[in-house]
């Protein structure tokens, strides 16, 4: 069985950092993109940002480039989110999200699908 754990979430001042952290278990790392999708109140989840494990590509969604950075710790199957120069509009439950990959899929597709989902953690950032 798939799981994955959230952790880092918490309340932050405008222009201030978090990181978010994602451990995984139940399947195989290599196999898969690790990323983060996020909710607003009133608003459509939207995927932030991810990263195939086997080749280490990452993928940002345009509003958080330059301000995120997604990495891994393949040995720990943990994947973090390193959120800077948060903003206000960057509140909302943040999911961790995991998603088979497949080779012959467009490279970004772990930004818009997802197999399996965390149980989310909130982001809220003060203005």
């Known amino acids: 069985e798939v799981q994955l754990v959230e952790s880092g979430g918490g309340l932050v001042q405008a222009g201030g950092s978090l990181t978010l952290a994602c451990s995984g278990s139940?399947?195989?790392?290599?196999?898969?993109?690790i990323g983060w999708f996020r909710q607003a109140p009133g608003k459509e989840r939207e995927g932030v940002s991810c990263?195939?494990?086997?080749?280490?590509?990452?993928h940002y969604t345009e509003s958080v480039k330059g301000r995120f950075t997604i990495s891994s710790d393949n040995a720990k199957n943990t994947v973090y989110l390193q959120m800077n120069s948060l903003k206000p509009e960057d509140t909302a439950v943040y999911y961790c999200?995991?998603?088979?990959?497949?080779?012959?899929?467009?490279?970004?597709?772990?930004?818009?699908?997802?197999?399996?989902w965390g149980q989310g953690t909130q982001v809220t950032v003060s203005s």
């Open positions: 139940g399947f195989n790392f290599d196999d898969y993109a």
């Open positions: 990263l195939t494990i086997v080749n280490g590509k990452t």
């Open positions: 999200a995991a998603d088979f990959f497949i080779e012959t899929l467009p490279p970004d597709s772990c930004l818009h699908h997802a197999d399996d």
